[in-house]
T-cell receptor, first 115, second 112 residues
Framework: KAGVTQTPRYLIKTRGQQVTLSCSPISGHRSVSWYQQTPGQGLQFLFE???????NKGNFPGRFSGRQFSNSRSEMNVSTLELGDSALYLC??????????????FGSGTQLSVL | GNSVTQMEGPVTLSEEAFLTINCTYTATGYPSLFWYVQYPGEGLQLLLKATKADDKGSNKGFEATYRKETTSFHLEKGSVQVSDSAVYFC???????????FGIGTKLQVIP
């Protein structure tokens, strides 16, 4: 069974540009969540999607947005990039029946560098 | 809101030494507690979990006990190996959705 796939693996952008990251969850998983990982802040929750609907959102500005397609694949978009957006962006998928026994499966991440 | 506190490290140990990584939390309700591990260049993998007070999670020689009275979930291993070198994240969820609150991560280096 294939794991969570994130593309691309690495990205280099300049300030002011926009970027789109992609995440394909494990087959059968309906929930996809996104996290930003930086050395200073650790892992910060961005948002979670289930059945094409955003179900939960972290404390990030509106420049960060996402969506989920009918096949559960998800994309994350960051507009007007800032230097501080440089980070590893991790995607996680789960079956999402909810509850304390839910298990998250993480992809290897997309490393975004903003110059 | 929810929060998780753990030492950032790095923690450097010799092979076969005893490991403890402390983790304390603040949460509303009755959270589930987790330890995730991140090997270099990879995403996070669930190491162990505990869903209620006094539960002990264990996997690959690692253990952690859910202590409600001290709001702690310390990770322990009796004898570490070089292959255990990684970053360890304490985390919690509270409520039915997949919003996980992570600690800052503790980098462990095990030297031969």
């Amino acid at each position: 069974k294939a794991g969570v796939t994130q593309t691309p693996r690495y990205l280099i952008k300049t300030r002011g540009q926009q970027v789109t990251l992609s995440c394909s969850p494990i087959s059968g998983h309906r929930s996809v969540s996104w996290y930003q990982q930086t050395p200073g802040q650790g892992l910060q929750f961005l948002f979670e999607y289930f059945s094409e609907t955003q179900r939960n959102k972290g404390n990030f500005p509106g420049r960060f947005s996402g969506r989920q397609f009918s096949n559960s694949r998800s994309e994350m978009n960051v507009s007007t990039l800032e230097l501080g957006d440089s980070a590893l962006y991790l995607c996680a998928s789960s079956l999402s029946v909810g509850g304390p026994n839910e298990k998250l499966f993480f992809g290897s991440g997309t490393q975004l560098s903003v110059l | 809101g929810n929060s998780v506190t753990q030492m950032e490290g790095p923690v450097t140990l010799s092979e076969e030494a005893f490991l403890t990584i402390n983790c304390t939390y603040t949460a509303t309700g009755y959270p589930s507690l987790f330890w995730y591990v991140q090997y270099p260049g990879e995403g996070l993998q669930l190491l162990l979990k505990a869903t209620k007070a006094d539960d002990k999670g264990s996997n690959k020689g690692f253990e952690a006990t859910y202590r409600k009275e001290t709001t702690s979930f310390h990770l322990e291993k009796g004898s570490v190996q070089v292959s255990d070198s990684a970053v360890y994240f304490c985390a919690l969820t509270s409520g039915g959705y997949q919003k996980v609150t992570f600690g800052i991560g503790t980098k462990l280096q095990v030297i031969p």
